[in-house]
T-cell receptor, first 113, second 114 residues
Framework: AQSVTQPDIHITVSEGASLELRCNYS??????LFWYVQSPGQGLQLLLK??????LVQGIKGFEAEFKRSQSSFNLRKPSVHWSDAAEYFC???????????FGSGTRLLVRP | DAGVIQSPRHEVTEMGQEVTLRCKPI?????LFWYRQTMMRGLELLIY????????DSGMPEDRFSAKMPNASFSTLKIQPSEPRDSAVYFC????????????FGPGTRLTVT
């Protein structure tokens, strides 16, 4: 079955530390891939997206993500986390040019001062 | 631009009542999406429109749910009759379509059905 997996429900990092949030998908072909961030009480904001080409994509707020076809992964990274990055992060895929975003279950990021 | 506008932001209603959620997409966007977010099921796409026409409503949970888009600047999601299990946050998103693909989300409507 088609699915998007974010294996970490919660992650806690210290401010200034590096961050990696994991995302794996299971689809036959390479779908379009996205990372969204949701702050408490807010809607979702797009951080970055991958359609094709360079497998390392840069996004807003200093985030980047790397697409690895062999691992069916699209992990999100940030070299130095700020307290304002505390939020919930969602990986999403759009399979088969369907316009239908399939979201993972989300990873809640907590930042220690 | 003001972004995607949703109203009301919070709705509390009793089981059996009709609930109408409203959405104004970003001007010029030709795709509109309705999502539901719950702890148990996460974020689910309910229905989406292109140029005011419903394209895929396979995510609509049952006949109690209906959505309309009478014009390019307004959409409604109606639940009638409402049930406690409909309690969730409902998001509307709009997009300019392929090529400029990004879905812009509204702030959501938190629905509580007692």
């Amino acid at each position: 079955a088609q699915s998007v997996t974010q294996p970490d429900i919660h992650i806690t990092v210290s401010e200034g530390a590096s961050l990696e949030l994991r995302c794996n998908y299971s689809y036959g072909a390479t779908p379009y891939l996205f990372w969204y961030v949701q702050s408490p009480g807010q809607g979702l904001q797009l951080l970055l997206k991958y359609f094709s080409g360079d497998t390392l994509v840069q996004g807003i707020k200093g985030f980047e993500a790397e697409f690895k076809r062999s691992q069916s992964s699209f992990n999100l990274r940030k070299p130095s986390v700020h307290w304002s990055d505390a939020a919930e992060y969602f990986c999403a895929v759009e399979p088969d040019s369907s316009y239908k975003l399939i979201f993972g279950s989300g990873t809640r990021l907590l930042v220690r001062p | 631009d003001a972004g995607v506008i949703q109203s009301p932001r919070h709705e509390v209603t009793e089981m059996g009542q009709e609930v109408t959620l409203r959405c104004k997409p970003i001007s010029g966007h030709d795709y509109l999406f309705w999502y539901r977010q719950t702890m148990m099921r996460g974020l689910e796409l309910l229905i989406y429109f292109n140029n005011n026409v419903p394209i895929d409503d396979s995510g609509m949970p049952e006949d109690r749910f209906s959505a309309k888009m009478p014009n390019a600047s307004f959409s409604t999601l109606k639940i009638q009759p409402s049930e406690p299990r409909d309690s969730a946050v409902y998001f509307c998103a709009s997009s300019g379509g392929r090529g400029t693909y990004e879905q812009y989300f509204g702030p959501g409507t938190r629905l509580t059905v007692t």
